[in-house]
């Protein structure tokens, strides 16, 4: 019990409301929908209070982190929270997406607004609603915003925020939206939810770290600060240091040996004659590492998609697919699918990066029982090798059932 109460004074502290303190003298506290929210560390322009806590408490976050690797706090932002009920900052989404690719010049294609799913399919979504996803430093110059000169003048930088909760519910809708196109059981995502967690919420926490990322670079760059600064905040937060996403040849010999440490502790080699290796997805740096093994091609199986992994393996020369699978525990179809993956580049080795090891210990089951033709015995012990675990009676039952249809 002595353990327990601190622990839930802290959960309490954490989930207070953010004290706001009054808005300077002579300066708007209303611009469209949004109210002013003055906060310790940003200026908060929010449809509500909920809102502008939830951005506010990331800007606290972000400011202790540069204030701990700088030595002062940087000073407050102008943060515009967009919840999932907002008006899109620009109304019309053409538009909107437009201001996105010229306020971020050297994001290269822009945002990407389509969906597919596993088979390729395409889906139709709302663009209004993906662009909800998408953080952004609005330059002060530009006035597509019209903001108040007040404002601006006393901010640092401008930057526009989603809420964490904008993040959960676009996500979700862009989930629903997936799964209904592919008809994926709720039953099925429930299994993948037991091991993973629910697809929606991967692809939410991903989205939670590229708008962590814009709002560190935009304080980064207001503060003016020098490479070994931004490497160093970079750094404890966690986040992957400026160019990451380049060519394997940009890191050091020693990081580069750091990386293969990293890869090597949750990388499973072939067994027998199967041609795959298998790896839990890396993050940040690591991701480079997935290039610096015998294997010719990359297969990412999702369900978060990796944009940095084709970059990264067009540039080594490798081969990259990314093969989308939804059931927990894949069967002959798949496997097909990762057979065809396989002769496409050669029936060269083959990485295959993973957010759940237990699917890929499956999927390679299927693949030695339906494809290299082992009996279901031989393609438990595949399953075995790869980390099955827990779940090598229900990859048996998968096997059996699939073997019978047949």
């Known amino acids: 019990m002595k353990r327990v109460i601190p622990c839930l004074f802290a959960l309490l502290a954490s989930c207070a409301s953010v004290e706001w303190s009054p808005p300077p003298a002579a300066v708007p506290t209303q611009w469209r929908h949004c109210r002013l929210f003055v906060g310790e560390h940003a200026m908060v322009l929010a449809r509500d209070s909920d809102a502008a806590d939830e951005v506010h408490r990331r800007a606290a976050a972000a400011a202790a982190t540069i204030a701990g690797c700088t030595g002062r706090p940087p000073a407050r932002g102008l943060l515009i929270a967009l919840s999932a009920e907002d008006p899109l900052p620009v109304a019309d989404p053409s538009g909107y997406e437009a201001a996105l690719r010229r306020w971020q010049p050297g994001s290269g294609r822009g945002p990407s607004l389509s969906l597919r799913t596993k088979t390729g399919r395409s889906v139709e979504v709302d663009p209004a609603v993906a662009l909800r996803l998408i953080a952004a430093r609005v330059p002060a110059h530009d006035a597509s915003l019209a903001l108040p000169r007040e404002l601006l003048d006393l901010a640092s930088f401008v930057a526009i925020v989603p809420t964490d909760s904008c993040l959960d519910a676009v996500c979700s809708t862009l989930f629903d939206a997936a799964a209904e196109a592919e008809g994926v059981s709720s039953v099925e995502i429930a299994l993948v939810s037991l091991v993973a967690g629910h697809p929606a919420t991967l692809m939410s926490e991903q989205a939670r770290k590229a708008v962590d990322a814009i709002v560190y670079e935009s304080w980064l760059s207001a503060l003016g600060a020098d490479a070994a600064t931004v490497a160093a905040v970079r750094a404890r937060a966690g986040l992957p240091a400026a160019g990451s996403e ?152 998968k096997l059996v059932s699939e073997r019978r249809s047949r």
Do not use: M
């Open 246 to 397: 380049g060519a394997p040849a940009e890191a050091s010999a020693e990081e580069l040996a750091r990386y293969r440490q990293e890869l090597e502790r949750t990388l499973r080699r072939p067994h027998g004659a199967c041609p795959f290796f298998v790896v839990r997805r890396p993050e940040g740096n690591a991701r480079v590492a997935v290039l610096l093994g015998e294997w010719g091609a990359v297969v990412d199986l999702g369900p978060a998609f990796d944009e940095s992994l084709p970059r990264l393996a067009t540039d080594a020369g490798k081969g990259y697919e990314r093969l989308q699978v939804t059931d927990l525990f894949p069967g002959r179809a798949d496997a097909e699918r990762l057979a065809a993956i396989h002769r496409r580049h050669g029936e060269t080795a083959v990485l295959i990066c993973t957010d759940v090891p237990e699917q890929a210990a499956a999927l390679l089951a299927a693949h030695a029982c339906f494809v290299a033709g082992a009996d279901v015995a031989n393609a438990l012990e595949v399953a075995r090798h790869y980390g099955g675990g827990d779940y090598l009676d229900l990859i048996e039952q």
